[in-house]
């Protein structure tokens, strides 16, 4: 921010310089508007800067690790590695720096205004962002608000440098010798399932009784047992009950009697709305348990005024956002678009991965006549060839239409093969049409149409009694 810019006036201001926030931006100029963002950090907000971009980072760093210690497997002499944290987060941050400025080229680009500080809604259309003492104040014809979420606490967790939240954990200077990751959601898995392979001791408790309790229960109690044989310690349907400081860490104890002595303690239970402090009250913008209240079109109740991103709750995924935050720009713009949620594809980057889209056996089987199948990755010629057996692709069709009621894939690069069985859904398909398309050979996709033969009694690489139920 320049000191002479004091006011700046537009046809679209972006709250918010996150996933929605961004990308919203660069569509509402693509559609030749006048565009600022207003951002109190960085762009790409928690995506890029703190989460999905840096946890895929530092896993990948894992994943070479992983794979230098299974040198002998392919054929080479044992290769010894010993890990540079630091030299793991300063890559992370390589990227995550190089990512941010190809968004500020875009914005260049785009001739679309960053105003960087923190903005706070004042009047309708009118944002006035405060930084280092000095006021700038924006009037837009339409504001669409895009703040985002940030990572939840407990109280029982004392505040010391060596118990982190999720936006922090990859800012980490050290490797953990003992990690307790507490909450068994996406995060909470893929933090322990990453810093297991760095080499941490890891033990991951959770509140409910099953990891990644919202998706299938098959495929979950598989990751589990992965979890397990890659010996990180899982503790389910239990709570922390106390927390005390040590010489050397902390000494934990769980509601059933159980001490454990980590050295590190992971927080991943949930995040919180950013709706605090931004001037909602001053507009009468409706607000529901913390989150914007908005229609499927992204607008709130107050006229002219949009919200997009996490802010909204629902979905908290950096794509829905993404989706989000265009849909409201569009809108915003003229264009009429509209919010549709029935095909949301969601990806945990553990190792292996899990990618989803749909609902689960249990839920469909509760509403529909179904059929299931399913086909392991063991089974098929690539996955051998990489060495990477672990893992199954499953899919949920309804017995009577064919069409695809949900999927679940945990393996090699599951967050990538659900896209096409996201795709077949949102074309509503049926699952003969994944049937009747020819796959290449050889590839991981080959196990999405092993599924989809199984699902109409033609499996090719499995014996009948295995590949349906």
């Known amino acids: 921010m320049r000191n002479e810019d004091v006011y700046t006036k537009v046809d679209i201001a972006f709250l918010g310089g996150g996933p929605a926030g961004y990308q919203g931006a660069i569509r509402s100029a693509q559609l030749g508007a006048k565009v600022v963002v207003v951002?109190?950090?960085?762009?790409?907000?928690?995506?890029?800067?703190?989460?999905?971009?840096?946890?895929?980072?530092?896993?990948?760093?894992?994943?070479?690790?992983?794979?230098?210690?299974?040198?002998?497997?392919?054929?080479?002499?044992a290769v010894e590695t010993v890990l540079d944290m630091a030299a793991v987060v300063a890559r992370?941050?390589?990227?995550?720096?190089?990512?941010?400025?190809?968004?500020?080229?875009?914005f260049q680009a785009r001739k679309i205004d960053l105003i960087e500080g923190r903005g706070r809604l004042i009047a309708p259309g009118?944002?006035?962002?405060q930084r280092n003492g000095e006021s700038h104040l924006v009037e837009a014809a339409r504001v669409i608000i895009a703040t985002g979420s940030r990572?939840?606490?407990?109280?029982?967790?004392?505040?010391?440098?060596?118990?982190?939240?999720?936006?922090?954990?990859?800012?980490?200077?050290?490797?953990p010798q003992h990690l307790l990751v507490v909450g068994g959601g996406a995060v909470g898995v893929e933090m322990a399932a990453i810093f297991r392979e760095l080499g941490s001791q890891v033990t991951l408790v959770e509140a409910l009784e099953h990891i990644l309790p919202y998706e299938d229960r098959e495929v979950?109690?598989?990751?589990?047992?992965?979890?397990?044989?890659?010996?990180?310690?899982?503790?389910?349907?239990?709570?922390?009950?106390?927390?005390?400081?040590?010489?050397?860490?902390?000494?934990?104890?769980?509601?059933?009697?159980?001490?454990i002595a980590p050295?590190?303690?992971?927080?991943?239970?949930?995040?919180?709305?950013?709706?605090?402090?931004?001037?909602?009250?001053?507009?009468?913008i409706e607000v529901e348990r913390s989150r914007i209240v908005v229609d499927a079109h992204l607008q709130t109740n107050v006229p002219g005024?949009?919200?997009?991103?996490?802010?909204?709750?629902?979905?908290?995924?950096?794509?829905?956002?993404?989706?989000?935050?265009?849909?409201?720009?569009?809108?915003?713009?003229?264009?009429?678009?509209?919010?549709?949620?029935?095909?949301?594809?969601?990806?945990?980057?553990?190792?292996?991965?899990?990618?989803?889209v749909g609902i689960s056996e249990e839920e469909a089987r509760s509403k529909f006549p179904i059929k299931v199948a399913s086909f392991p990755f063991k089974s098929l010629g690539m996955a051998q060839a990489m060495g990477e057996l672990e893992g199954l692709v499953k899919i949920i069709a309804h017995a009577e239409t064919d069409q695809i009621l949900g999927a679940h894939i945990i393996g090699?690069?599951?967050?990538?093969?659900i896209a096409e069985i996201a795709l077949a859904m949102r074309a509503q398909a049926p699952a003969r049409m994944i049937l009747n398309t020819i796959h290449t050979h050889p590839t991981l996709s080959e196990a999405v149409l092993e599924v989809a033969q199984a699902l109409h009694g033609q499996a090719i690489h499995q014996p009948p009694e295995e590949a349906s139920a």
């Open 305 to 356: 005024h949009y919200a997009a991103g996490d802010v909204i709750g629902g979905w908290l995924l950096a794509h829905v956002a993404f989706a989000e935050g265009i849909c409201a720009a569009e809108h915003a713009l003229g264009l009429g678009s509209s919010m549709d949620y029935r095909v949301v594809p969601r990806c945990v980057f553990s190792i292996p991965e899990y990618g989803a």
């Open 412 to 417: 090699p690069h599951g967050a990538d093969l």
């Open 220 to 259: 979950s109690a598989y990751l589990l047992a992965v979890l397990q044989r890659h010996k990180v310690k899982v503790l389910c349907g239990i709570t922390v009950e106390s927390v005390v400081e040590t010489a050397d860490g902390f000494s934990v104890r769980l509601v059933d009697g159980t001490e």
């Open 126 to 129: 009118k944002i006035e962002v």
């Open 263 to 284: 050295d590190t303690i992971l927080q991943a239970v949930g995040r919180r709305f950013n709706t605090e402090g931004i001037g909602l009250e001053n507009l009468g």
């Open 151 to 175: 990572p939840a606490d407990l109280p029982i967790f004392p505040k010391t440098p060596r118990v982190f939240r999720a936006d922090e954990m990859l800012d980490i200077t050290y490797l």
């Open 92 to 106: 992370k941050q390589r990227v995550v720096i190089g990512l941010r400025r190809s968004i500020e080229r875009l």
């Open 39 to 77: 951002e109190e950090r960085f762009v790409g907000g928690v995506c890029l800067n703190w989460g999905c971009i840096p946890t895929k980072t530092v896993r990948a760093s894992a994943e070479v690790g992983r794979s230098l210690r299974r040198a002998r497997e392919y054929g080479f002499k």
